[in-house]
């Protein structure tokens, strides 16, 4: 066995697609569950108060425990763990296709989340391993494109699968993916070199999950009051884990997270562009899906096929990202990604209404789209470039976490800035109309009741907005949305601006 990594020259593109694969389960998987799960809900009575947790139960588990699986690989092979998590997830969706219950279900994700653990921090680990220096953004190209195809034919695809057939067939699409990667990873990808000096940091990813879901669970409080214990106790609780993890990390020789890596700057700002990137398109779902539905009354098959439009252009696109990335450096690739990201929000706070035509929606979705598969190309070179020998696993693993605690921060954020917004205009249109704030916020709170009689539904029923005491509730909600787009919008272009500042101009080697 080497003792240090040797990438082959032999089946590139095997292995980039072997891996793409089982990175693009890690997305699909709960992508495709979270656009059916009203579906899911009506056919197995799912209480409100589990709803939440069972669309984000995979999610949830893979954000808490993604560094531990990269440790883990380093530990004990990359290609293992990888094999290890592609027949774990094949084995909780399969039985989760027979699921008798919610409780059942609900068990059988968060298994699947324990499987996609793996699937998340390893690809990228591998391919450092497995394709050479100068192949590698090109291969991360690859891997970005397969990825985004995947992502754009798969939720139309069960959408209407689902009507045909029913919801257990979503269960049955991960199956499917991670049995060929299994196969390709087998025949094609190398084994990674072990280290098995390493020991897991348990008490580091311990503190990393538990700041992790404080400041989620703090935020998502926040949109009943920012003073209730329920909101001001966990924002308090994550920086104080935070600061005990940092201190953990400086006395523990292997910690979760290396801090030695934080003091170069491409490092920190490739991090700061990973997290933007995944709050980004998170938080876009959610626009999609409340926007959509509110005020367009579009159905959710309608906004799955919002991602499908230019599919093949944007995989095209993040190829020569990656060829770029390869000639030159990051840098260029990582500023034009994210400024197309931010391009993206203020197409839509410009041009959001009631009365907004379908086809704007769709280049708001595809210049977002196209800016963060360019962005994470970028960002994953930068990051893998910073790897040590025996330490892939560990570092891509980071990198994962930023991503996974912006996607996890960007729905929470989202929400509550969509309802501070809603309520400042709605507040004002009560006021113009002469109605007093206590009947306003009755005919609100008429119109939110109506979520109870949707199972599954995480919107307004659009039929009531109409019998809201004469407030244009769906007005009121779009100029909530356009400020909201404009203060999110911000975010990418100041790490444009850090990536200016900061970011090597020419390829480092």
Not at 127 to 133: D, G, I, R
Request: overall charge positive; glycine content about 10%.
């Amino acid at each position: 066995m080497p003792s240090a990594e040797s990438p082959t020259t032999s089946t590139p593109l095997r292995i980039t697609l072997a891996l793409a694969l089982a990175f693009t389960v890690t997305v699909v998987d709960p992508l495709v569950l979270g656009l059916n799960l009203p579906e899911v809900n009506r056919a197995l009575h799912v209480p409100p108060q589990v709803v939440g947790l069972l669309g984000g139960a995979a999610t949830l588990v893979m954000a808490t425990s993604v560094l531990a699986a990269g440790r883990l690989g380093d530990s004990i092979g990359l290609k293992r763990l990888l094999m290890l998590g592609l027949v774990f997830v094949t084995v909780a969706d399969l039985l989760s296709v027979f699921s008798p219950g919610y409780g059942f279900l609900l068990a059988m994700r968060f298994l699947a989340g324990l499987g996609m653990t793996a699937l998340l921090a390893v690809p990228l680990a591998l391919l450092k391993v497995s394709v050479t220096p100068e192949k590698r953004p090109v291969a991360i190209g690859g891997l970005m494109a397969v990825d985004v195809i995947l992502c754009g034919v798969i939720p139309a695809f069960a959408g209407w699968a689902v009507t045909v057939v029913g919801w257990r067939f979503l269960f049955l699409i991960a199956p499917l993916l991670c049995l060929v990667s299994l196969w390709l990873t087998s025949r094609y990808v190398p084994e990674s070199p072990v280290q098995p000096g390493h020991r897991l940091d348990v008490v580091g990813v311990t503190l990393i999950g538990a700041t992790l879901l404080a400041l989620v669970v703090g935020l998502a409080a926040a949109q009943n009051g920012i003073l209730r214990p329920e909101t001001w106790v966990p924002l308090l609780i994550s920086p104080v884990l935070a600061a005990l993890f940092v201190l953990h990390a400086r006395r523990t020789p292997e910690p979760a997270v290396d801090l030695t890596l934080f003091r170069s700057a491409p490092f920190k700002v490739a991090l700061a562009a990973t997290l933007t990137l995944n709050f980004l398109i998170a938080g876009l779902g959610i626009v999609l899906g409340q926007f959509g539905s509110v005020v367009l009354s579009l159905s959710p098959e309608s906004v799955g096929l919002l991602y499908l439009p230019g599919t093949l252009l944007i995989a095209g696109t993040v190829i020569l990202a990656g060829s770029l990335i390869g000639k030159r450096s990051p840098r260029p690739v990582m500023i034009i990604g994210l400024v197309v990201m931010a391009a993206s929000g203020l197409l839509l706070a410009g041009t959001a209404g009631p009365a907004m035509a379908l086809w704007l929606l769709v280049p708001t979705t595809w210049l977002c789209n196209l800016g963060s598969v360019v962005t994470s190309a970028s960002v994953s070179e930068t990051v893998l470039s910073q790897a040590p020998p025996g330490h892939s696993g560990a570092v891509a693993s980071v990198q994962m976490a930023f991503a996974m605690t912006g996607a996890a921060l960007g729905p929470t954020v989202y929400v509550l800035l969509l309802n501070l917004f809603f309520q400042r205009q709605w507040l004002m249109d009560a006021k113009s109309r002469g109605l007093s704030v206590a009947r306003a916020g009755q005919a609100v709170d008429a119109v939110r009741s109506g979520l109870a009689q949707t199972p599954g539904s995480t919107v307004y029923d659009p039929n009531l907005l109409r019998q809201a005491s004469g407030l244009d509730l769906g007005l009121d909600f779009t100029n909530g949305l356009r400020l909201t787009m404009l203060i999110v919008s911000i975010l990418p272009l100041a790490v444009a601006v850090l990536a200016f500042l900061l970011m090597p101009r020419r390829k480092t080697t």
